[in-house]
């Protein structure tokens, strides 16, 4: 069986959020319909797995299932069920809201501190926004440790006065994001 086609995966993770979305119970059957019909066409079906303040989309062979179950008996590779985050604190779907929160942090860090620590809570912004879609003050010591050890370096070509500041103006970041400048 070929694997799930990009625009098959696209269109099930659109459908799910419309379904969510939709206030009228008919119209998020309706869109579930058609993002079944359209998994089934590949031998796939789909589940939301929901979790604390997450939910995830995960797309599977239609062959792992058993009485209505995942049975683990029939998983010969795990690699083959897709997942996408659908709701979250960091689902693309926040990702403007996230943007307009780690702009004002930046601008904040700017306007207190000066350029230099402003140009890179901004660089710091860009990594945390685009490759993990959640706020600033919600990146982990190691999201930190990886803008520091290979993003900074290597997208941001910082000045030296920047190379000075950095772990400066993650201090001034963090202590303002706390304070919620938007």
Not at 73 to 89: N, T
Not at 104 to 123: I, L, P, W
């Amino acid at each position: 069986m070929a694997e799930l086609p990009e625009e098959t995966i696209e269109e099930a993770t659109r459908l799910t959020k419309l379904a969510r979305r939709a206030v009228d119970p008919e119209e998020a059957s309706a869109y579930r319909t058609r993002r079944a019909r359209s998994l089934a066409e590949h031998g796939f079906t789909a589940r939301v797995r929901e979790g604390d303040a997450t939910e995830t989309l995960v797309l599977h062979p239609t062959d792992w299932v058993g009485d209505g179950r995942i049975r683990t008996d029939r998983i010969e590779d795990v690699d083959r069920a897709i997942e996408v985050q659908v709701a979250g604190p960091e689902s693309p779907d926040d990702w403007d809201r996230v943007e307009a929160h780690n702009r004002a942090v930046a601008r904040a860090v700017r306007e207190a501190h000066g350029e230099v620590h402003g140009e890179n809570a901004e660089a710091f912004a860009d990594f945390i926004g685009n490759h993990y879609a959640k706020r600033i003050d919600d990146a982990t010591p190691s999201e930190r440790e990886e803008f520091l050890a290979e993003y900074f370096v290597r997208n941001v070509w910082p000045s030296e006065d920047q190379k000075d500041a950095i772990e400066r103006s993650l201090e001034y970041v963090e202590r303002l994001a706390k304070n919620d400048p938007d």
